[in-house]
């Protein structure tokens, strides 16, 4: 299935967007550890907050997890990187830079994307799919982050990203929200 990333903002445009708005903003790589996974697969899971000034009292907090060792050619070895600015796009994303279609940055996709599991004819849900889910957890009224909870409680898992779920987890996901469990 081709995936098409038109809707995705990369994270350098959302940081350019997120300087003109805020000029005196700053950016903090607050945590990083490595998280061993249940199979026994590692991530690293980078934490970062962003201020919109120094005045700002409440950050925009984002973490996002990279597989270690990083499996493609761009992200072995450059793990940490990769995963401290995949949280910074999705910091900024929870600012409104760059989210009118989704918190997830253009990176974040691409670099599932990238992962050997999609040679093994993993079919991702189909945007519809995707829309519907959000549509059943608006109606639930959950938010961006209710959602992604909800999400990671339902399927088991400890980080996730909605636009590169499968088919079959979004089913799983649907089928609960459908349920009220």
Aim: proline share 6%; glycine share 6%.
């Amino acid at each position: 299935m081709a995936f098409n990333l038109d809707n995705y903002i990369d994270v350098p445009t959302r940081l350019l967007e997120a300087l003109k708005r805020w000029p005196d903003l700053r950016i903090q790589e607050t945590a990083s550890e490595m998280v061993t996974m249940p199979d026994g697969s590692y991530f690293y899971r980078c934490t970062v907050s962003v201020w919109r000034d120094e005045k700002d009292p409440i950050p925009a907090i984002a973490t996002a997890a990279e597989p270690y060792p990083g499996k493609t050619p761009y992200t072995k070895n450059s793990e940490f990187m990769v995963g401290m600015t995949s949280a910074l796009g999705r910091a900024l994303g929870y600012m409104g830079c760059g989210s009118a279609k989704s918190i997830a940055s253009r990176n974040e996709i691409e670099a599932r994307l990238d992962q050997p599991a999609s040679t093994f004819n993993v079919r991702f849900a189909s945007p519809k799919s995707i829309a519907y889910l959000k549509s059943l957890a608006r109606g639930a009224e959950y938010d961006d982050q209710g959602t992604l909870a909800y999400i990671q409680h339902i399927l088991g898992v400890d980080d996730v990203i909605i636009e590169t779920l499968t088919q079959d987890q979004a089913t799983r996901v649907i089928e609960a929200l459908k349920n009220n469990e």
